[in-house]
Structures are given as C-alpha cells and as structure tokens.
C-alpha cells in the first residue's frame, strides 16, 4: 500500500516538475518571435484491481503541444501577404505622387512659365531680354520633362532590383521549409507521433515571412507543408522546391520578370495574374499600372506639346527673315521584338496624327495569318487599317517586313520614352520665329508670337484635351491612386493586427497568466512531496512494528 502511495505521489511530481519546465520555457520564450505557447497535457494512469475495486495509480504526462489554431494563423497569413500587397503598391505609388505634385519646378508650373513669357513677348516682339526668358523658360520645360520622366525609368529599375531581391528570399525561405519538413517528418515518425514543437515554430514563422512577400496556399500532408500559388503551381511539395528565378522579360528586357521554374525543366512568366497578393504582387501591379500610366501620359504631352510648338514655330520667320526651324526633337516611338520570335520579322513605326495617339503601349502578336493588335492600357483589341504591309491604327503607321511565324510579336511604345528624349533645338535668341513672312511687318512682327501664346488654349490631346489640363489630370489620377493606396494600406494593416492580437490571445505567452500557473504548479509540487513524505512515514511505522 505504501509502495502504491510512493509511486502515486512520485508520478505527480514527475508531472508538476514537467509542467514547471513547460512554464519556465514559456516564459524564456515570451518575446521570441513565432515561438508558440505550449501547455501540458495530463491524463489519469490506469488504476489497479482490487477486490473492493480499483485504485488510482496517479498521473502521466500525455504531450506537450502547442498552443496552435490553424484556422485564425491562416486568416493571419492571408491578411499578412494582402497587407504586404497594398503597402508595397502604395509606397511605389506615393513616389510617384511626389514626382508630379504641383510646385515651383513642376511641368504645369513650368508651362505657366512659359505662357506668361510669350503673353510678355507678343507685346514686345522685338525685345531680346524677353525673347532669352521665353528660351529659358523652354529649356527649363524641357528639362522638367526629361528628369520626371528618368524618375519613373528609375523607378523601374528599382523594382528590377527588388523583385530580384524578393526572389533571393523566397528561394531561401522554401528550401528551409522544405528541409524542416523533411525533420520534422522524421522525428515524428521516430517519436511516435510526438510533435517537435520548436521545429514547428519554426516552419510556420518562416511561412509567415514568406507569406509578406508572395500569396501561397498552405496544405498540411502528413505533418508536412505545402505551398503553391493562386494558379496552383508548387512551391513546396514535402521536401522537394520549385525554385523561383528573375530574368529580362522575352516581351520588354527593361523589365524584369519573375521566371518559375518546373521539375521537367520548362519555365513560365509569373505576373501579378498568378502572384495575387504579398509585396510582388504590388510591385507588379504598381509596374504594370500608374508606372505605365503616368510615363505613357507624360510621354503624349511632351508629343503633342512638341509636334505643336515645332508646326507653329516653323510656319514664322525670325528677326533675320529665316524660316523658323524645329524647336524641339524626340525619340521615334520603339519597337522591341521579342526575344523568342522564331522569324525574321521587323517593324518599323511612323506617327500618322499624333493628335490620335493613345497614351498606351501596345503588343502586335502573329497568329499564323494576320497581325493581332492588342492596346495594353485598357486591353483591348483593335482591327487596324491595312494600307499594303502596313498596320494603321491610332495616329500610328507599322511596316512589317520579313517573314513572322505563328506566336511572333512585338512590343510597341509609341510615346514612354519621348519626355526623357525631348530636346530644346533653338537656344537661339535670333531663331526665334516670333512673326510672317511679308511686306508689311518687321522686326518686331508678333503674329506668330500670338500663335504660339494660343497653344495653351487648344484641345491637343486626343482633340479633348490641353496641354496643361492633360497634365491636371495626370496628377489628379496619381493623387487619387495614391490616396486610395493610402488608405487601403491602413485598413489592411488594422485588419492584420487585429488577427495577430487574436492569434496572440490563443498562442502568445501571457506572462501574469505563466506567473499564477507556476505558483499553482509550485503547490502541487509541494503537495505531491507531502504525499511521499506520508508514504515515507508510513513505510516507517510498519518497519517500527516488525522489531
């Protein structure tokens, strides 16, 4: 009977001990980031027969698990890569927003500028101190232009540099889930079951990080993870990785883009089609949108403004009666063949009626039989004119030659380079055409002065549109973008910590609460130390009698 009652006590101050290490560790762990709170788990020992029945045998320690709701930590991991989605795209954009915001060096400031110089210049024609303002005042616009518009390429090339970076941690991150799967997988089967719980924190911290970066999907199949994407293509499948790459776009070499990866060797482009949230896909979306946007909206208003100033300019005559010559150049619109284009094809690009140019870049793909025009800013596709072998749609002219096969393209940018390329041409005083060629008017001759000054006042852009409200618009785009990122992003944040807290509430150490569950345990360890000290003391006496 006191052997029964020895072991008894000895099994709860197995357990109480047990359960102080659980609380201590606990405790040690309270600010350690992904660590799980972990909790004792007792079960009563089987009792032994007796002929008046059976009697307890004391207690046994059944696990050690964590304190792990999937449900909600999955909630979390979806709000973490929308979260992570929105700040990205808003931290790009707000960039931007920056850029075009109205100020003393803006381009609408700087056509202010300029206008106000010509309104000076057509009632003083002749003057040349007025004539140098309004040349300063171009090369100023000029240069406004072409540094806003450089910042945007910048910006592309900062997010070559980011998705490359992105990529490195992810690649990082899925070969060390999928080296924890293969232990954890292993300590499970050898342990009976029994979870390795720091390993587990591990696993789900680093699915956690990656979850920021890119959306995934996580499955669990015998204890171990999964990961694949929207589209369902894996990333991780138990212990093996598909690994991610980044490589110049077939379609556009400015841009990089996100290559995966298959087990038999071939590869696919990712987009922000198949990476549907985390920071990628708001870099891609932010790309592919207001980046694209803003530099192909620049791009036609520095066209239109040039093609404009530069046929007004060349109808006057200078103080010296020369023909006014071109104020401003630019780069041609480009064409960029694809790099995987299996015929010999080229194109060639003129502007027919720049007052018709899209602020849009455009992709022409081969079919097998004709040409498909796809304008990229809205999507659509368009039935251009045929004029022999060329392709004649908005205010553009597309030559072909050579021989195309089947899934040959191009990529066409009619204007995203034409604000970073424009050129101020007459720096001249004497060149400036300020007046017409006849009898009747000299030097001082301000008709075309009168012409240029009524520039700001024509609908150039597409027909509907000034320059300088083209402009208004642009900024007002960004601004609202910008604005409505901003507050998106706040809300997505918001949404994530009011999960976390959630998730904290279920697994995070609450360190009062470990505090008043090691005194608890502290009282059991002692009342289970009195429970053999009785035994002891029994034991004792029936030694005592037998003397």
């Known amino acids: 009977m006191t052997n029964s009652l020895m072991n008894t006590g000895i099994s709860g101050l197995n357990a109480a001990q047990n359960m102080l290490n659980v609380i201590s560790n606990n405790i040690s762990n309270a600010?350690?980031?992904?660590?799980?709170?972990?909790?004792?788990?007792?079960?009563?020992?089987?009792?032994?027969?007796?002929?008046?029945?059976?009697v307890g045998n004391g207690v046994s320690v059944s696990s050690v698990n964590r304190a792990f709701n999937q449900f909600v930590v999955g909630q979390l991991r979806q709000s973490q890569s929308q979260s992570g989605s929105i700040k990205a795209y808003y931290?790009?954009?707000?960039?931007?927003?920056?850029?075009?915001?109205?100020?003393?060096?803006?381009?609408?400031?700087?056509?202010?500028?300029?206008?106000?110089?010509?309104?000076?210049?057509?009632?003083?024609?002749?003057?040349?101190?007025?004539?140098?303002?309004?040349?300063?005042?171009?090369?100023?616009?000029?240069?406004?232009?072409?540094?806003t518009e450089k910042n945007l390429k910048n910006q592309i090339a900062n997010i070559n540099t980011e998705l490359s970076s992105n990529v490195d941690k992810i690649n990082t991150y899925t070969q060390q889930i999928a080296d924890l799967n293969q232990k954890i997988s292993r300590l499970q089967?050898?342990?009976?079951?029994?979870?390795?719980?720091?390993?587990?924190?591990?696993?789900?911290?680093?699915?956690?990080?990656?979850?920021?970066?890119?959306g995934i999907t996580v499955t669990e199949q015998n204890g171990q993870y999964n990961l694949s994407l929207a589209n369902g293509l894996n990333l991780v499948q138990g212990s093996s990785v598909n690994v991610l790459s980044v490589q110049p776009s077939a379609d556009d070499p400015s841009?990089?883009?996100?290559?995966?990866?298959?087990?038999?060797?071939?590869?696919?482009?990712?987009?922000?089609?198949?990476?549907?949230?985390?920071?990628?896909?708001?870099?891609?979306?932010?790309?592919?949108?207001?980046?694209?946007?803003?530099?192909?909206?620049?791009?036609?208003?520095?066209?239109?403004?040039?093609?404009?100033?530069?046929?007004?300019?060349?109808?006057?005559?200078?103080?010296?009666?020369?023909?006014?010559e071109k104020l401003f150049d630019y780069n041609h619109p480009s064409c960029i063949t694809n790099t995987k284009n299996q015929g010999n094809a080229?194109?060639?690009?003129?502007?027919?009626?720049?007052?018709?140019?899209?602020?849009?870049?455009?992709?022409?793909?081969?079919?097998?039989k004709d040409w498909v025009v796809t304008r990229l800013s809205d999507h659509q596709q368009i039935t251009p004119k045929m004029e022999g072998?060329?392709?004649?749609?908005?205010?553009?002219?597309?030559?072909?030659?050579?021989?195309?096969?089947?899934?040959?393209?191009?990529?066409?940018?009619?204007?995203?380079?034409?604000?970073?390329?424009?050129?101020?041409?007459?720096?001249?005083?004497?060149?400036?055409?300020t007046g017409f060629d006849d009898e009747e008017n000299g030097a001082g001759d301000n008709r075309n002065v009168a012409k240029l000054l009524e520039i700001q006042?024509?609908?150039?852009?597409?027909?509907?549109?000034?320059?300088?409200?083209?402009?208004?618009?642009?900024?007002?785009?960004?601004?609202?973008?910008?604005?409505?990122?901003?507050?998106s992003s706040q809300s997505t944040q918001n949404i994530t910590q009011q999960i976390y807290e959630q998730n904290q509430s279920i697994s995070g150490v609450n360190l009062?609460?470990?505090?008043?569950?090691?005194?608890?345990?502290?009282?059991?360890y002692q009342a289970n130390a009195k429970v053999i000290d009785t035994a002891t003391t029994l034991f004792d006496t029936i030694l005592s009698l037998t003397k």
Not at 512 to 524: A, D, G, N, T
Request: proline share 1%; aromatic share 6%; charged share 20%.
């Open 457 to 487: 006042h024509e609908k150039l852009i597409n027909g509907t549109t000034t320059l300088k409200s083209a402009y208004t618009t642009l900024v007002s785009y960004i601004g609202s973008e910008t604005q409505t990122a901003k507050v």
């Open 31 to 54: 600010h350690t980031t992904g660590y799980n709170r972990q909790q004792q788990i007792l079960r009563q020992a089987n009792g032994t027969q007796h002929s008046f029945g059976f």
């Open 346 to 368: 080229s194109a060639k690009i003129e502007f027919t009626s720049v007052t018709d140019v899209k602020a849009s870049d455009y992709k022409i793909e081969f079919n097998g």
């Open 255 to 324: 841009f990089n883009t996100i290559i995966y990866t298959h087990h038999s060797g071939a590869t696919q482009e990712l987009t922000s089609q198949n990476i549907t949230s985390g920071s990628l896909n708001g870099l891609l979306t932010f790309r592919e949108g207001p980046l694209t946007d803003a530099r192909n909206q620049l791009g036609l208003i520095a066209l239109n403004l040039a093609e404009r100033f530069n046929e007004v300019h060349m109808s006057g005559i200078d103080i010296n009666g020369n023909q006014g």
């Open 189 to 214: 089967s050898v342990g009976n079951g029994l979870e390795p719980n720091a390993l587990l924190d591990q696993r789900d911290q680093l699915v956690n990080e990656l979850s920021e970066i890119i």
């Open 512 to 524: 009062e609460e470990e505090y008043i569950s090691m005194q608890v345990y502290m009282q059991y």
């Open 91 to 147: 931290n790009e954009l707000s960039k931007v927003d920056n850029l075009l915001a109205e100020n003393d060096n803006s381009i609408s400031s700087q056509l202010n500028n300029l206008f106000a110089s010509l309104n000076k210049l057509a009632s003083n024609a002749g003057d040349a101190s007025t004539k140098q303002t309004v040349i300063s005042d171009l090369a100023s616009l000029t240069s406004q232009f072409n540094k």
């Open 389 to 433: 072998n060329k392709l004649v749609f908005d205010g553009l002219s597309i030559e072909i030659s050579g021989n195309a096969v089947s899934g040959d393209s191009f990529m066409i940018k009619p204007v995203a380079d034409i604000a970073s390329s424009l050129e101020l041409l007459v720096k001249d005083v004497n060149k400036l055409a």
